[in-house]
């Protein structure tokens, strides 16, 4: 087995090497500062007009609603701040979710320090999001509603087109985090009502650090970042060339190759679960069965502690991640894991295993026949384990 496995793509891809090669010349040879005049700088600026093209195209967007940033932290910072600044004076209550990505949710602290009210919907077991919850939600003083097209925790994929529905009949406006879908499933903002999408290139092996956000023409939105005059004026600071090229050579492959990655991650991600569900006790499927991201699989474990898990599978070479912070040196479990009713101690057992179109059937059971071994060796040191096997036994008795 070729190791590593890499399974932890909802945290970043593998820079595709066509990406490489199409970004390349423009560090190199066509290096030129877009706002020049001279022939160079034309180069790169013709290099960003075409990706922006290509980007919008694939949204259902015009050209001039597509801002570069510098990832999907920043495009949600923006969207949020921005809207508050804009629109504060109209009203200072914002809907979202419980399960956003932090890159939402402190941006909705740090509004709530500046006195706006945030409503956070809650979720059912499966992480969706109700409509009509968020229409309930909706008071006269509501400015925008903020949620993600899919979560990258557990994979559910959000009724966007209802939400953006709701939102449109009430005019209020509407951000989705869209950074686990776009190149992944179909997006288009006109017929989804979609206002303002965040997305990042190195979620769609793309590039790190580059990024979007679609602001629809006619929402005021202020610049984030003063400076220049690039971006229309809305964002500042000399083009990330290599980056932009980078996202948009990525995006066309994306969409080209949809539907047979889709296919082929899907018929992947069914035999995992199925394989792990069946074969390992004690174990449950995180999120939505249906409306979920192709590559994702989310599973909690009883009795065991997701870190070690990790551990233990980066010494079999496995790339995967867990639902609970703990690696970024905080305790919580996963405030995703804990909104669908997991308690603390399943939501520390989970394992999120993300697929790319580059896994194959023998790494699954690579995966799956480790993952057995490991959960087996974890659970025979557990003493909650070795409590439960008693009070099993003792029930059986009786
Ligand atoms: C990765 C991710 C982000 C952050 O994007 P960066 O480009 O890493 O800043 C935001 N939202 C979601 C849902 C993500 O998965």
């Known amino acids: 087995m070729h190791t590593p496995i890499y399974l932890d793509n909802a945290a970043t891809t593998k820079t ?39 980007i919008a195209k694939n949204l259902g967007a015009k050209t001039q609603e597509i801002y570069f940033t510098a990832g999907g932290s920043e495009s949600d910072n923006w969207a949020l701040q921005a809207t508050a600044r804009a629109y504060g004076e109209k009203g200072k209550h914002i809907i979202t979710s419980a399960i956003e990505h932090h890159a939402i949710l402190h941006t909705c602290r ?38 993600m097209f899919a979560n990258n925790e557990i994979g559910t994929i959000q009724p966007i087109a209802e939400i953006g529905a709701i939102a ?51 929402v005021k939105i202020r610049s984030f970042i003063q400076g220049g005059q690039q971006e229309r004026g809305r964002r500042a600071g000399t083009e990330n060339v290599p980056g932009i090229v980078g996202i948009g050579c990525a995006t066309a492959r994306a969409f080209s190759i949809m539907e047979a990655k889709t296919k082929q991650e899907i ?34 474990f009883e009795f065991i502690e997701g870190e070690s898990l990790l551990i233990l599978l980066d010494g079999k070479g496995i790339c995967a991640s867990s639902g609970s912070a703990c690696t970024s040196g905080s305790l919580d479990p996963s405030h995703v894991l804990l909104a669908i009713g997991l308690p603390h101690e399943k939501a ?35 003493p909650l384990y070795e409590d439960f096997l008693k009070k099993e036994t003792k029930k059986a008795k009786n």
């Not at 390349?24 to 600026?45: D, H, V």
């Open 110 to 147: 740090e509004l709530e320090r500046q006195g706006f009210e945030i409503t956070y919907l809650p979720v059912d077991e499966n992480g969706l999001v109700s409509p009509a919850a968020v229409e309930e939600a909706i008071r006269e003083d509501t400015i925008l509603i903020s949620i």
């Open 16 to 54: 595709a090497p066509e990406v490489v090669e199409k970004m390349l010349p423009y560090f190199t040879e066509n290096y030129g500062n877009p706002s020049s005049i001279y022939g160079l700088g034309g180069k790169a600026k013709k290099a960003v007009d075409e990706a922006r093209e290509t």
């Open 168 to 218: 449109k009949k009430h005019q209020v406006l509407f951000h989705t985090d869209a950074v686990q879908v776009f190149g992944q499933i179909p997006i288009n903002v006109e017929e989804m009502h979609i206002d303002m999408l965040s997305a990042s290139g190195h979620k769609l092996n793309g590039p790190k650090g580059i990024g979007f956000l679609y602001i629809r023409q006619g």
């Open 348 to 382: 520390h057992g989970s394992l999120r295993l993300t697929l790319s179109e580059e896994n194959t059937k023998e790494e699954m059971d690579y995966v799956v026949d480790n993952l057995k071994q490991i959960v087996d060796r974890l659970r025979s040191m557990s």
């Open 267 to 300: 018929t992947l991600r069914e035999y995992l679960i199925d394989r792990i569900l069946t074969e390992i006790p004690y174990s449950r499927l995180n999120g939505a069965r249906e409306n979920r991201l192709p590559n994702n699989v989310n599973i909690s």
